[in-house]
């Protein structure tokens, strides 16, 4: 218990110290992290026990860090974790389509709905995605824009969504296998708020992950070069120790030509699909 609230106490005071160096107060790292001041108080003077790894990533960003440069590389990839025989140590997860069954079935009951073609309401979708999962627009602001464009009443388009998806259960299974072999980190295109949504309602593995890469959060969204470079950031690996499990693969491929290794998986036939990746995964030693 004594080492416990040590090692508390010291991250309190790496990130006390990361914040003051940087010239921040307690209040604009708040507001530049996203986090509340009751909530970042706490973790400086040692009182929150666990905060985190999605916090303390928020907060590191806004500080301009990495996760290890925060914790004095108390969370380096090398420690107690093997590699495969490819020398992956640290696997990235997508979510939709991956962890998750991807939201087709949203985009026909909004049709049903509102009485307009499912191929209308897809090309529509598609229109604001991007600049949603890049965090330029919240929900409220996508749900208008989407709904306007189809000339029908404002509707919520993430009741639809979380009424649509379920996880992948080969997929979790896979994720939580990995994770006593491998490091293990979420890499998503997703709308603002939609990944805490997840978590709170189980829809994600429950791991404790090494980095959790929030497209809204970051500003940035597969397969622009500008996400793999902060994810890089985050492994504390080289680019050629790193794995991308996508179904996309327009993304797989821009994750190759940043030097990472890459996976397909296809949702289509999930159990087949996963077992190989684990067989492809198997860890050396």
């Not at 590699?83 to 991956?98: A, E, K, L, T, W």
């Not at 962890?99 to 604001?128: C, G, M, N, Y």
Request: net charge negative; aromatic share 12%.
């Amino acid at each position: 218990m004594e080492s416990e609230q040590m090692d508390e106490v010291g991250l309190g005071k790496s990130l006390q110290d990361a914040r003051k160096k940087s010239g921040l107060t307690q209040q604009e790292l708040c507001q530049k992290a996203g986090i509340s001041y009751s909530t970042l108080a706490k973790i400086e003077r040692g009182a929150i026990k666990s905060p985190s790894v999605f916090t303390i990533q928020n907060i590191a960003t806004a500080l301009g860090l990495t996760l290890s440069q925060l914790m004095g590389d108390k969370t380096s990839p090398g420690d107690g974790k093997r590699r495969s025989q490819s020398g992956v140590r640290f696997i990235y997860f997508d979510i939709n389509g991956v962890l998750v069954r991807f939201f087709q079935k949203a985009f026909t009951k909004l049709s049903t709905d509102i009485k307009v073609p499912a191929d209308s309401i897809e090309t529509a979708f598609w229109h604001f995605n991007d600049s949603a999962c890049r965090g330029e627009m919240l929900a409220e602001e996508f749900n208008k824009a989407f709904s306007e464009r189809l000339g029908v009443p404002y509707f919520e388009w993430q009741m639809y969504y979380f009424d649509a998806i379920e996880p992948i259960t080969e997929m979790h299974k896979l994720a939580e296998w990995a994770d006593q072999f491998y490091h293990v980190g979420l890499l998503s295109n997703i709308m603002p708020g939609f990944m805490d949504v997840m978590f709170t309602k189980g829809l994600l593995p429950d791991i404790d992950y090494d980095a959790i890469i929030d497209s809204s959060k970051v500003g940035a969204i597969k397969p622009e070069p500008r996400i793999f470079e902060l994810a890089q950031e985050w492994t504390d690996c080289d680019p050629s120790e790193v794995l991308l499990i996508d179904d996309s693969r327009t993304n797989l491929m821009a994750a190759e030509r940043f030097g990472w290794h890459v996976l397909w998986f296809d949702y289509l036939h999930p159990e087949e699909s996963a077992n190989h990746i684990r067989e492809t995964l198997a860890p050396v030693g």
